[in-house]
């Protein structure tokens, strides 16, 4: 006998938060685009529909149907999945895609193929997530020490343009340019975008994108292919750490398509929370 499964609309965000955030923090981590899906939907952006899958008065699963036509899922139970396939046909979802932790996305995937016109998803970014678990014991910069994190400002613009740029089409598949740069000005708006600058020459970027209740998101980390090699990128991304947790922050997490054993992050103390993904379903 199939288990009984509920879904459950909510049509503000407010009333999804309210319900959702407890189920959601229990794997922060990999739920994370939750909140500032939520954000923004609270700051007037449309979605389609938002939503919880009950098991026994207990949410198993969260999703937002969002206005661009992807389903952004949480972690959750294969049979909720099931069940939010179920629903999601019986109300004639247009979905053009599917993002969020790989199993579900995948769960999702195969169940929509027998119930939809699509005949199979197409899996066209995939992520490595990782999680911050300690502070780096130490943050010396290197080479002669004369380096400094500052804040970056408006009259650096066009290089960190160019370097979003350069960030976008080094991603494994390439990111969108436009895309990239948006969200590049977007951190740059929000003061939430530092260089590591050393004089006048700046070596590098990084930054904080969204937050959870308890973790800050690394983001658009980089150094331009000729300085490369010289340790200015673990040194940003340990100031990141650092900074984070000045701000009442436990951890942070960072999105990364370098799927080596071991890299950059996991020698300063990242270790992987699991593994995100976006799929483009076929005939969208």
């Known amino acids: 006998m199939k288990p009984k499964l509920k879904v459950q609309q909510y049509h503000s965000a407010a009333s999804f938060l309210r319900n959702s955030s407890k ?8 739920n994370n685009l939750f909140w500032e899906v939520t954000s923004n939907w609270q700051s007037g952006k449309k979605i389609n529909w938002a939503g919880n899958v009950f098991l026994n008065h207990k949410i198993v699963l969260s999703a937002i149907h969002m206005a661009s036509g992807y389903l952004l899922l949480s972690t959750g139970k294969s049979e909720a999945v099931e069940r939010l396939v179920d629903y999601g046909s019986i109300k004639h979802w247009d979905i053009k895609g599917i993002m969020g932790a790989r199993e579900s996305v995948e769960e999702f995937s195969l169940r929509w193929q027998n119930k939809s016109e699509y005949s199979s998803g197409n899996l066209t970014k995939r992520f490595t997530i990782f999680q911050s678990f300690r502070i780096p014991e130490e943050n010396s910069p290197p ?7 500052v804040q ?4 650096e613009w066009p290089r ?5 740029t350069i960030f976008a089409d080094e991603a494994n598949p390439a990111l969108d340019r436009q895309a ?5 000005k977007s951190m740059l708006k929000n003061k939430s975008l530092f260089l590591l600058k050393e004089g006048m020459q700046s070596l590098g970027m990084a930054g904080f994108g969204r937050n959870t209740p308890n973790c800050m998101v690394i983001n658009m980390v980089f150094t331009p292919p000729e300085l490369r090699g ?11 750490i650092i900074m984070a947790k000045k701000r009442g922050f436990s951890s942070c997490l960072l999105f990364s398509d370098y799927l080596k054993e071991k890299n950059l992050y ?4 990242f270790k992987v929370a699991g593994d995100f993904c976006e799929m483009k379903l076929a005939g969208c």
Do not use: C, P
């Not at 960190?160 to 979003?164: E, G, S, T, V």
């Not at 010289?230 to 990141?240: D, E, H, I, P, W």
């Open 143 to 149: 080479g002669d020490g004369r380096l400094e994190i």
């Open 160 to 164: 960190i343009r160019l370097w979003a």
């Open 266 to 269: 996991q020698a300063i103390g």
């Open 152 to 155: 970056a400002g408006e009259l």
């Open 180 to 184: 990239a740069i948006q969200m590049a």
């Open 23 to 30: 189920f959601l923090v229990w794997n922060e981590t990999m």
């Open 230 to 240: 010289k340790k200015y990128a673990s040194y940003l991304v340990s100031s990141m």
